[in-house]
């Protein structure tokens, strides 16, 4: 059965940063991409920012651009979100999910964990 767990989120002052973590167990992702969402109280989910396979291609959502950084450790099985510079609407859940293309697309995705709380306080 494939699970992703996140974890690492937690509440922080604006400024702060918070790296986030995805243990993915069931099979082996490392011929897939990799991606963060997250999603605000009465808002829809939307994308952050996915990695390929091989780590040589990245995309972040503008907002966070030059703040977030995703990575990702294949021989863990494990992809990670180090965000800076946090700003109060930057409070959401945040998700990691897997999927067999390099997309932003949330419906392209197959397996998603259940979400760790992101919450900055300003």
């Known amino acids: 059965q494939v699970q992703l767990v996140e974890s690492g989120g937690g509440l922080v002052q604006a400024g702060g940063s918070l790296r986030l973590s995805c243990a993915a167990s069931?099979?082996?992702?490392?011929?897939?991409?990799m991606g963060w969402f997250r999603q605000a109280p009465g808002k829809e989910r939307e994308f952050v920012a996915a990695?390929?396979?091989?780590?040589?291609?990245?995309y972040n959502q503008d907002s966070v651009k030059s703040r977030f950084t995703i990575s990702r450790d294949n021989a863990k099985n494990t992809v990670y979100l180090q965000m800076n510079s946090l700003k109060p609407e930057d409070t959401a859940i945040y998700y990691c999910?897997?999927?067999?293309?390099?997309?932003?697309?949330?419906?392209?995705?197959?397996?998603w964990g259940q979400g760790t709380q992101v919450t900055v306080s300003s």
């Open positions: 999910a897997v999927s067999s293309r390099f997309t932003p697309t949330p419906s392209l995705y197959s397996y």
């Open positions: 069931g099979r082996t992702f490392s011929s897939y991409a």
């Open positions: 990695i390929n396979w091989r780590s040589d291609s990245t």
